[in-house]
């Protein structure tokens, strides 16, 4: 029987940096993937990682954002050095409508944010070739990273390798037993023992069998389109859809937080003709050079959104030795480091201070 000092279930972005982090403080740590390369949703995405301004009104979560954006560029200079680029600087602007400038404005100032208002003539001159309509508001971040999921994934893989972590694919897990001695983890590949199991699992972190208890977290789909096109823009477009020129020279197509939490639940993960419609008509629309570009590559995958609009971080309640980390909905890919730094410090020296209270399982399940 493998035994451990931490089991990861689940070996997306957020499992991959808290392997790592615990690994790096000398934990004996293994990741259990079911599928038969890394991180299901990790390796579908791509986009903007900044904070959302569907968020500003909450000051704390925004903050903690803020942080995880501060902790992700932390990574990039880390990682791209020795593993390669997987991330790109781009200024980011955010089109409005007056009734969401108006909910976003009074609440800038709390926050810190580089982020300032534009003129619609401003506007036009920073984004060359778009067409921007006169009647929004328009608000430009400087400081902001386009992530591919993929790349940034296998950076921290490759870490975990040198940490020595454990990393077993094609390895389901179907039942958890938590016992005085520690959890038995019953899997495809055989038995698993761990102190500390920590279910990383993303949109399947609800299933009742890794945590026999109801985990209000739901699969959502989230729909991407690649772009071979003779030019990239030269910034992130975030309106009702997001435009991103991306890490490898193309542009990504993309649905925003609120296009996430709408998706009806369900664990299909396939594009339809709808979802790839729309995102077509927003980009041949937003900037029309690109009605000329080739489609490279249509992705969907399967998001955790959680019930409390948190991710959900710490013990499942009811459990000393089974915990959480799921419910990135929307920005794994921004908030991976900050979280796992977060709950490896709680595991190994009882500190929550980077981790909000908003975020306990306890709180968010059992109110």
Known sequence: MTRSDFALVGGGIIGACLAEELAATGAAVSVLDAGPTPGHATSRAAGPAAPALRHVADHVFYGWLQQAAASLREDVDRLEPVHGRFSAPQPILHVLRAEEADRVAPHLPATASSAHWISSTQAAELATGFRLPDDRRYLLEQTALAVD???????????????????????TVQDVLVTDDGVELATTGGPVHTDI?????????????????????????????????????????????HLVPGVAGDVIIGTDEDDIAAQAPGFDDRCDVAGITELLHFAATALPALARAAPADLRCGLCPVPASGRPLIGRVPGHQRLWLATGHAGHGLLTARHTARGLTTALTKGQWDTVPRMMCPTRALEG
């Open 197 to 241: 199991a920590i279910i990383t699992a993303g949109a399947w972190s609800g299933t009742a069998e890794l945590t026999g208890a109801p985990v209000h977290v739901r699969p959502a789909r989230r729909q991407l389109v690649t772009l071979a096109a003779e030019s990239v823009p030269p910034l992130i477009l975030s309106s009702t859809r």
């Open 149 to 171: 999921g993929a790349r940034y994934l296998s950076a921290v893989q490759a870490r975990c390798a040198r940490l020595d972590v454990v990393w077993r694919q094609d390895t």
